[in-house]
């Protein structure tokens, strides 16, 4: 049973930089495609970030483009990683890294859909104050 736990999150003004973290157990992130969603106030979910296996494509909405980063570590530390600078009150979210591992999922294959995920952590909540 694959376990996602995400850390990182908490208290930060608008224009700091943080990094979400997402350490994977009982899986190997090595054939696992990943993504980064959030979920604000009275929102409806939404992608942030995604990365393929391989790790060689990613997709980053128009919102977070210029902002956003993803990245994984996918030896020692199993880790997918969320980084994120200027950011503004509208990114005060909870924040929910998922893994794809069921077949097929290409190596060069990135998701953006909540339901081509099969697993997902409990989430980490981002409060941007102004």
């Known amino acids: 049973q694959v376990r996602l736990v995400e850390s990182g999150g908490g208290l930060v003004q608008t224009g700091a930089s943080l990094r979400l973290a997402c350490a994977a157990s009982?899986?190997?992130?090595?054939?696992?495609?990943m993504g980064w969603f959030r979920q604000g106030p009275g929102k409806d979910r939404e992608i942030v970030a995604a990365i393929s296996w391989s790790g060689i494509r990613t997709y980053l909405p128009d919102s977070v483009k210029a902002r956003f980063s993803i990245s994984a570590d996918n030896h020692a530390q199993n880790t997918v990683y969320l980084q994120m600078s200027d950011v503004v009150t509208e990114d005060t979210a909870v924040y929910y890294c998922a893994a794809r591992s069921r077949y097929p999922t290409p190596s060069s294959s990135y998701y953006i859909g909540a339901g081509a995920y099969d697993y997902w952590g409990q989430g980490t909540q981002v409060t941007v104050s102004s």
């Open positions: 009982g899986g190997v992130l090595d054939t696992y495609a």
